[in-house]
């Protein structure tokens, strides 16, 4: 799902993302007569949203201070899948724009944003940036059209206590999918609770469906996006192993219909042993929702049947096709100014550190890093002194997250191919005769009808 979307839907505040498009134009950057570079930048903040537009101005106010010889010119225009097209054939769309992870091939093949290779390499940010993130970026020659900034891939989170009370090891979370059936219905024999628990609403359950059909070898559409391709035998067992757990084993408690917060409240008061999540969700648990921090855990995505992958979201900067040289030696400039100067500069780090401290935010939550090992590494260990979460309770996903293959979202109208798999999680826990084969076949007609538009 667009982590976008995730994190409005779980009451996030993220600076510089959850504000409304706007279709104000932008104007083409340029390199003045003085030798200043001019360039437009969008994901300003709203006059709605005046703290996180007042932070946004600040940066651009000390990028330009530091970078004389380069103007910004902020916009508040924001990715919106419905308007990008036309924005993009109006010349509407700033020179530096924010995306999710979805985007960045069909902006390859339709030559809608600017091969960055050699400014990166020039730059050096080439080096710095984590390679199995930055394949979402690149063509078949390896030649980079965004930047990641922002990364991260689904685990599954589970609760310590519970895992205490059943009898389970709380450091070895389950790896495979017959682990997870195994433990969850351990944790609900011996704890009452329901063992496992699956988000079926607001399109969050064709989110974990699909998270789960990479998890056991299938995919949900075909590379270029125009077919589904869940009607099959991957998807199948992913459905058929939830029906058993919840019908046969009945290890999944009486609970159907879960939404992120929804979720979140019922693990965090102690009736769920895990679900699928990302790191970040430990803000939401322990810090919104009161769970113990003791009692979170998280771990890898668990395989089925070979070591397929998980589902991988974020966000990627994308720069004009239309610039000029300079306009992109500027534009990388702010977007490592802008969002990864805390992964390369000691400062930085420590400077957002502190400032995670004083607003009593969590400092050193571990995720997918955008930036290379050695370089996450050294940033780890400038943040150090100033880190207040339970890193040891992450080792088992951060020993396997790096290395894990990660899988993008499906690329073409993703948010509604979610909303049409949703019905089917949905009916395959709540009814225990449901047809797997026939509602797959039937979603498919569906999500193809939707492809074909």
């Not at 508040?76 to 308007?83: I, N």
């Not at 922002?150 to 682990?179: C, H, Q």
């Not at 270029?224 to 757990?245: E, I, N, R, V």
């Not at 992958?309 to 990627?316: E, F, I, K, Q, Y």
């Amino acid at each position: 799902m667009n982590r976008f979307a995730i994190r409005c839907a779980a009451g996030l505040s993220v600076p510089f993302l959850l504000v409304a498009c706007s279709s104000a134009p932008s104007s083409t950057g340029a390199s003045g007569s003085d030798g200043q570079v001019t360039i437009t930048v969008g994901d300003r903040p709203t006059s709605s949203d005046p703290a996180n537009r007042a932070s946004f101005d600040k940066r651009v106010a000390d990028f330009q201070k530091a970078n004389p010889d380069i103007k910004l010119n902020p916009v508040e225009t924001l990715w919106d899948a419905t308007t990008f097209q036309a924005q993009a054939a109006g010349g509407q769309l700033p020179d530096v724009l924010n995306v999710p992870f979805t985007e960045p091939q069909g902006l390859i093949a339709r030559k809608q944003a600017a091969d960055l290779t050699k400014v990166l390499k020039d730059d050096g940010l080439m080096s710095e940036l984590n390679p199995n993130v930055l394949k979402i970026a690149q063509d078949q020659s390896g030649n980079v059209y965004a930047v990641p900034t922002a990364a991260y891939s689904v685990g599954m989170i589970y609760n310590r206590d519970l895992f205490k009370k059943a009898g389970l090891d709380p450091d070895k979370p389950p790896t495979t999918w017959d682990e997870v059936r195994a433990d969850a219905k351990q944790i609900a024999q011996k704890t009452g609770q329901a063992g496992y628990a699956q988000l079926t609403t607001n399109n969050t359950g064709g989110w974990m469906f699909t998270t789960q059909t990479y998890a056991f070898g299938g995919s949900i559409e075909n590379e270029d996006g125009s077919k589904a391709t869940f009607d099959d035998a991957p998807s199948k067992a992913a459905l058929q192993l939830l029906h058993d757990m919840k019908w046969t084993d009945k290890s999944m408690g009486q609970a159907v219909l879960y939404d992120i917060p929804g979720i979140s409240k019922a693990f965090a008061a102690g009736r769920i042993g895990m679900f699928m999540a990302a790191p970040d969700g430990y803000r939401t648990l322990v810090q919104q929702n009161g769970l113990p921090s003791s009692a979170f855990g998280i771990g890898p995505m668990p395989q089925q049947g070979g070591d397929h992958g998980t589902l991988t979201g974020g966000s990627v900067q994308i720069v004009s096709p239309t610039a000029t040289d300079a306009e992109k030696v500027a534009a990388i400039k702010w977007i490592k100014f802008n969002y990864l100067n805390k992964y390369v500069d000691q400062d930085a780090a420590v400077t957002a550190a502190k400032a995670g401290v004083a607003g009593k935010l969590p400092v050193g939550t571990p995720g997918l890093p955008v930036v290379a090992a050695d370089q996450w590494s050294t940033y780890q260990g400038w943040i150090k002194p100033y880190v207040n979460v339970p890193l040891a309770q992450f080792a088992p996903y951060t020993k396997v997250a790096a290395d894990q293959k990660i899988i993008p979202e499906p690329p073409v109208k993703a948010q509604e191919v979610y909303a049409a798999l949703d019905p089917v999680v949905q009916a395959v826990l709540g009814n225990a005769k449901a047809d797997i084969p026939a509602l797959l076949t039937k979603a498919t007609g569906t999500v193809n009808a939707k492809l074909g538009r």
